[in-house]
């Protein structure tokens, strides 16, 4: 993240919100619940308002769930892993979610690549599969007869790994220099809180590694993470293991 004040006051920001909301709600369900018992659709105002401050809330639990996963292993681990068992893992865990949609994921994963990056790499590619299946879902939306698909190929560069998510999505949409910003999100509220890619980017950094996006020419959109190779192609990551 570019700073980290900037970065606090922002969380501040868009915490303070639903909190001062869900406390607005409680307040006005409770002043209904005092008052004499003079108008009759009392009941329905206090549900109106508890559903109001019960969403705030889960606006909250969601931003905090979100930074959680960037705080969950602490300092990346020195050690590599294999990214294409990492991607593995990752497609298993969007495929529930992927066939709902009607999505199909394709894996061309390039044999024999030398290790790489690290553990936390994982919620990096489910941030990017979740995306990217979002994507799909609201080009379906829009034309039911698209097609869906997810493709995540690995290749070896010159001394870097490559991994490369593509979709048959919307694209991505016009004010895509903010996509990587904490918070930057087009989804409707409570269906995203802007921080996957920004956390990506961050996890992604610590691996000396860099992630870009761009549209295709074919329609969709392409993510890829470049990481440097190891040196060392049979260093096992050893550490706790990969939810
Ligand atoms: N594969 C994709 N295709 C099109 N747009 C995308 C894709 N991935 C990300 N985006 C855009 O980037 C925004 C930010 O993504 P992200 O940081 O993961 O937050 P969120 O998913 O919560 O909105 C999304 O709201 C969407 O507009
Ligand atoms: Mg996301």
Known sequence: FQSMTGLAAKIAHELNNPLDGSLRYIKLAMRRLQEPAASSNAPEKVTEYLSSAQEALGKINEILSDLSQFARHGQASIETISINHLVEQAVRTLSARATLAGVRMECRLEENLPHAG????????????????????????????????????????????????????????????????????????????????AISREIVGQYCGKISADNRTEGGACFEVELPASLEPNVTYRGETIR
């Open 118 to 197: 690290g553990p936390k790499l994982y919620q990096v590619f489910c941030n990017l599969l979740k995306n990217a299946i979002d994507a799909v879902i609201e080009k379906k939306r829009l034309d039911p007869h698209s097609e869906g698909v997810v493709t995540i190929r690995t290749r070896r560069g010159d001394s870097t790994v490559q991994i490369v998510f593509e979709d048959t999505g919307t694209g991505l949409p016009v004010d895509r220099q903010y996509l990587f910003d904490p918070f930057f999100t087009t989804k409707p509220p409570g269906e995203g809180t802007g921080l996957g890619l």
